[in-house]
């Protein structure tokens, strides 16, 4: 069974560029988290969908942060534009809705200069 | 919402069993208690879970103190594939994988 699939793997980019990460949850799973994760604060969650519809995006930065879910095989998470303190690696996971375990993707690493 | 506290690193030796620690004093009696970890440059990676009794699957065992104000995974055979970082994580029963909190971890370190 395929894991979750996330891409790029690693991005470099400048200031004020605009990133677009992608990710491919597991076939079947319902639900879809964005986490962030740096050495400053750890693993944050940024947003949740459930059946493709956000549930919660209290996490989210700021209106530079977006994300979507068209259907139920792809979300990105946009940065526009981006800054130098928005490094760090994305990570996707998924699940079941209501089940115990998340699954996570590799992770996008982000470097913004 | 209830927080766990574990030590920040661990060393164990190569094929030795690893207990690593979390307390979790201010658990609700409905608190799931699930353990996960992180290799290097890879997403956390579910371990194992647990509510009342102790827990056992493929990768680990969870030992649960009888009052729940603490846990303790339990590798039976270190690698070194298993240095990771280890976070225990409390959950509400009823809720959902979003209420997964992750706090700073065990950094664990298997020496050969």
């Known amino acids: 069974e395929a894991g979750v699939i996330q891409s790029p793997r690693h991005e470099v980019t400048e200031m004020g560029q605009e990133v677009t990460l992608r990710c491919k949850p597991i076939?079947?799973?319902?639900?879809l988290f964005w986490y962030r994760q740096t050495m400053m604060r750890g693993l944050e969650l940024l947003i949740y969908f459930n059946n493709n519809v956000p549930i919660d995006d209290s996490g989210m930065p700021e209106d530079r942060f977006s994300a979507k879910m068209p259907n139920a095989s792809f979300s990105t998470l946009k940065i526009q534009p981006s800054e130098p303190r928005d490094s760090a690696v994305y990570f996707c996971a998924s699940s079941f809705s209501g089940a115990n375990v998340l699954t996570f993707g590799a992770g996008s690493m982000l470097t913004v200069l | 919402d209830a927080k766990t506290t574990q030590p920040n690193s661990m060393e164990s030796n190569e094929e030795e069993p690893v207990h690593l620690p979390c307390n979790h004093s201010?658990?609700?009696?409905?608190?799931?208690i699930h353990w996960y970890r992180q290799l290097p440059s890879q997403g956390p990676e579910y371990v194992i879970h647990?509510?009342?009794s102790n827990v056992n699957n493929r990768m680990a065992s969870l030992a649960i103190a009888e009052d729940r104000k603490s846990s303790t995974l339990i590798l039976h055979r270190a690698t070194l594939r298993d240095a990771a970082v280890y976070y225990c994580?409390?959950?509400?029963?009823?809720?959902?994988?979003?209420?997964?909190?992750f706090g700073s971890g065990t950094q664990l370190t298997v020496l050969p």
């Open positions: 647990g509510l009342t």
């Open positions: 201010t658990i609700s009696g409905t608190d799931y």
């Open positions: 076939s079947g799973h319902n639900s």
């Open positions: 994580i409390l959950r509400p029963s009823g809720g959902s994988a979003r209420q997964l909190t």
